[in-house]
Nanobody, 123 residues
Framework: QVQLVESGGGLVQPGGSLRLSCAASGHTSSNYPMGWFRQAPGKERAFVAGISWSGVSTLYADSVKGRFTISRDNGKNTVYLQMNNLKPEDTAVYYC????????????????WGQGTQVTVSS
């Protein structure tokens, strides 16, 4: 079992930056591939970024590539999402997730989910 808790969300102006954190607890003796997803009201949950267990390999949705950076600190059991040049369309609840096998762009690949943190981009 793995518990994930997101933090760092809030209100930011267009062009601003936020850094989200996801702290893992429970069974963390091994490092899981991790991903970030987001969901706006009335919309489907969408992939944002993924990272391998080592942190060497990453994957980004086209909509955030060049603006967002996913990283992890396995010593702290924490994964981060640095979000720069935020746009109103980035507004959503952001969720972190852990996979028992492999990271990827499909939510079906992930076994554990955090409660989400709200990100609102507005002037």
């Amino acid at each position: 079992q793995v518990q994930l808790v997101e933090s760092g969300g809030g209100l930011v102006q267009p062009g601003g930056s936020l850094r989200l954190s996801c702290a893992a607890s429970g069974h963390t003796s091994s490092n899981y591939p991790m991903g970030w997803f987001r969901q706006a009201p009335g919309k489907e949950r969408a992939f944002v970024a993924g990272i391998s267990w080592s942190g060497v390999s990453t994957l980004y949705a086209d909509s955030v590539k060049g603006r967002f950076t996913i990283s992890r600190d396995n010593g702290k059991n924490t994964v981060y999402l640095q979000m720069n040049n935020l746009k109103p369309e980035d507004t959503a609840v952001y969720y972190c997730a852990a996979s028992s096998l492999m990271y990827g762009s499909s939510w079906r690949q992930y076994d554990y989910w955090g409660q989400g943190t709200q990100v609102t981009v507005s002037s």
